[in-house]
């Protein structure tokens, strides 16, 4: 008798272990992201375009985040199916209410920016690993860059890498040099985290 294939031995989550994961993942992020604001530092993707209106207009983050992340559920839908769409779409809703509603649940009265920048991005990056594993994102490039790993083999985290240090080098006449530096770390952190967690055929279950 054949041992049975990895794809019958993959094991399926439930509808209660992802909805857990996407209040985990989200509310990791949130946290991540709430100690990059408090420092004045940025990230890449959407994230990092929301920031960079919030600084520039003081509009509402969590607002600006879920409108720009709206026109990427097109290719979620055709590429990676109706079930990751739905769920990037409520991990991308839960994060900006989370964002919004933090500052009245959370006071950080001291932070260290360097610590903003490693602490914030590993817990973004633990967060987006937390989703990803459960087939869902925080949307945006995002959903390019988990489409790209499955479809070509391309490591997630390096090829975010590559995308957000372009957005932050566009930043740079609007943002102040020291936090560009320090946002970068921020970025690198959340790219350790995914490079070296989150590889292709790591994690089977779906």
């Known amino acids: ?24 993942g989200t509310l990791f992020a949130a946290l991540g992201v709430a100690l990059f604001k408090q ?28 409108a720009i992340n709206l026109p990427f559920y097109a290719l979620a839908w055709r590429r990676m199916g109706v079930a990751f769409t739905v769920k990037s779409l409520l991990a991308v809703a839960l994060l900006a209410a989370l964002a919004e509603a933090l500052p009245g649940w959370l006071s950080i009265s001291q932070l260290n920016p360097w610590f903003g920048a490693i602490g914030g991005g590993l817990l973004v990056g633990a967060g987006l690993i937390i989703l990803f594993r459960h087939r869902a994102s925080l949307g945006g490039l995002n959903v390019l860059v988990l ?5 070509r083999g391309w490591r997630a985290g390096y090829l975010q890498a590559g995308l957000d240090t372009a957005i932050l080098l566009a930043a740079l006449p ?30 089977v279950a779906t």
């Open 1 to 24: 008798m054949k041992p049975p294939s990895a794809a019958s031995r993959t094991l399926k989550h439930s509808h209660f272990e992802d909805a857990q994961a996407l209040l985990t």
């Open 39 to 66: 420092a004045g530092l940025l990230s890449g993707g959407t994230v990092g375009i929301a920031f960079l209106l919030h600084y520039a207009f003081g509009w509402s983050f969590g607002l600006l985040f879920f």
């Open 147 to 151: 489409w790209l790993q499955e479809t």
């Open 174 to 203: 609007l943002v102040p040099l020291d936090r560009i530096g320090l946002s970068l770390l921020g970025m690198a952190a959340i790219n350790a985290a995914l490079a070296i967690n989150h590889r292709p055929g790591r994690y």
